[in-house]
């Protein structure tokens, strides 16, 4: 097909995921035809740097033919394998046991997904099962971060807390109770790290004891806020929160879907400081994003109390891809990669995005330069004393999604006119000097739009 008629038939049949779909059928698709390390070719053949690994998940970059070959044999070998009726894939089993040894703690247990999502809703259907399990199936209430983002199922949505996942649909549910985000930059307690810690640990305590002690079933957290604006806790809150879930009797899950594999410098997010969660989800750089896949991590206690539970009854929770062999294998070679070489990548040349992106500050544009690693983002105001936002009549989102484009830079435009960054882990000091210095470009050509005066 060419490219006119893909566009037309695009706009014709496909739906694109958050997204107004008058407003795409408007704009039409931005079609991308091929890939090689961390670069693009869109559909005109131009060349551009994926400052965003897709959608935060091609951590390896393109076009390696290493993770190629391995999904190329694994489907010629054997394609499919169920994980019902006792059946299993060599894969599977090996990639199970390899994350069990990598992962913080006793994690020793891992149910497969096809993604974030169904990994966060099935953390959700299994602590109301370990509840029940341990006889307190009162305990049905679930706890988030406000601008947190876990996911686009109907029980991971209502525990997202972002506007655009809940209207229309009836979210949040009932048993769905929000905290306040830890978002720094307009936040009166900025220099105060301590004191904002303090408030999170008294605020959730408070919402416990509001909602009944013996109510709370879990709490979840991103380490790392991605889809809420790249939203970095200070250092020592993600330990509080933790040890103040053990204290309240309630499951700590960290939704690390994002942060998981070398995104932030470690393994696992969780590491950055020694904490172990109840319950992690992972998904993205699990394969890499080459195929879908997603896991759910429990603890040994975790795994025990629904197994005791069961008894000799089936767990009804399953997937008909769960432990994909071909994903499987995928996610075994991603694996060899990280620890070939790619997570010390990832650590230098994160070290240098965020040095190379904090080198904006001086731009009269930019009000706020954060991240950690290979994961960051760029908030622009047209204040910087009132930290005023880009005015929204201007939609800074598309306009500057647009101009970040034609500057031949893929990134994440938030609405408000924040960039986000998450680079591919493969990615040279040229791509990662390329990233800044066509950001600043866009900020230059932004000054001068005459509709932030
Ligand atoms: N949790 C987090 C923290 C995420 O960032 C995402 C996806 N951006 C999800 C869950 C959902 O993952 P998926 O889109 O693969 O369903």
């Known amino acids: 097909m060419q490219n006119q008629s893909l566009i037309e038939a695009d706009r014709d049949h496909l739906i694109h995921p958050v997204s107004s779909f008058h407003d795409h059928e408007a704009r039409g698709v931005r079609l991308l035809q091929s890939a090689k390390g961390a670069r693009v070719t869109d559909g005109e053949g131009r060349e551009l740097i994926d400052g965003f690994a897709g959608l935060w998940c091609v951590n390896a970059g393109y076009g390696h033919e290493s993770i190629i070959a391995a999904a190329t044999e694994q489907m010629r070998r054997l394609p499919y394998a169920t994980g019902y009726f006792d059946l299993g894939s060599e894969p599977a089993i090996r990639l199970a046991s390899a994350l069990a040894m990598r992962a913080p703690g006793d994690l020793n247990r891992v149910y497969f997904t096809l993604g974030g999502s169904d990994a966060v809703?099935?953390?959700?259907?299994f602590i109301r099962y370990y509840w029940h399990a341990k006889g307190q199936p009162g305990r049905d209430q679930f706890i988030s971060v406000a601008s947190?983002?876990?996911?686009?199922?109907?029980?991971?949505?209502?525990?997202?807390?972002?506007?655009?996942?809940?209207?229309?649909?009836?979210?949040?549910?009932?048993?769905?109770?929000?905290?306040?985000?830890?978002?720094?930059?307009?936040?009166?307690?900025?220099?105060?790290?301590?004191?904002?810690?303090?408030?999170?640990?008294?605020?959730?305590t408070a919402t416990v004891e509001r909602l009944g002690p013996d109510r709370v079933a879990a709490f979840y957290v991103e380490p790392i806020q991605g889809s809420g604006g790249?939203?970095?806790?200070?250092?020592?809150?993600?330990?509080?929160?933790?040890?103040?879930?053990?204290d309240l009797g309630i499951l700590f899950v960290a939704d690390e879907v994002i942060t998981g594999f070398g995104r932030t410098g470690p393994l696992f997010a969780c590491e950055d400081e020694g904490i172990v969660p109840d319950l992690m989800t992972l998904a993205k750089g699990l394969t890499s994003g080459y195929v879908p896949m997603g896991a759910v991590m429990m603890t040994e206690e975790v795994y025990q109390t629904i197994a005791g539970g069961a008894g000799s009854r089936a767990v009804g929770h399953g997937h008909t891809y769960s432990a994909h062999p071909v994903s499987a294998a995928v996610a075994l070679e991603v694996l060899a990669l990280y620890e070939g070489g790619l997570l010390d990548n990832g650590r230098i040349m994160g070290a240098r995005l965020q040095a190379g992106l904090a080198g904006l500050s001086d731009h009269p544009l930019v009000g706020d330069v954060r991240g950690r690693g290979m994961l960051a983002a760029v908030e622009l105001v047209t204040d910087k004393v009132k930290k005023t936002p880009l005015p929204p009549e201007m939609s800074p989102a598309t306009r500057l999604f647009d101009r970040a484009w034609q500057a031949g830079l893929v990134l994440r435009s938030f609405p408000q006119g924040v960039f986000g960054y998450a680079?591919?882990?493969?990615?040279?000091?040229?791509?990662?000097?390329a990233i800044v210095d066509r950001t600043r470009q866009v900020l230059d050509q932004t000054l001068d739009d005459p509709e932030i005066r």
């Open 121 to 125: 809703d099935s953390t959700i259907r």
């Open 148 to 204: 947190g983002y876990h996911g686009s199922s109907t029980m991971g949505a209502g525990l997202t807390a972002l506007p655009a996942f809940h209207h229309g649909f009836g979210l949040p549910l009932d048993w769905q109770h929000k905290i306040a985000s830890h978002d720094l930059y307009r936040n009166p307690l900025r220099d105060d790290p301590a004191a904002l810690i303090a408030a999170s640990v008294a605020e959730l």
């Open 230 to 246: 790249v939203l970095v806790p200070p250092a020592g809150w993600l330990r509080a929160m933790r040890d103040r879930c053990r």
């Open 423 to 433: 680079p591919p882990l493969c990615c040279t000091a040229e791509d990662i000097d």
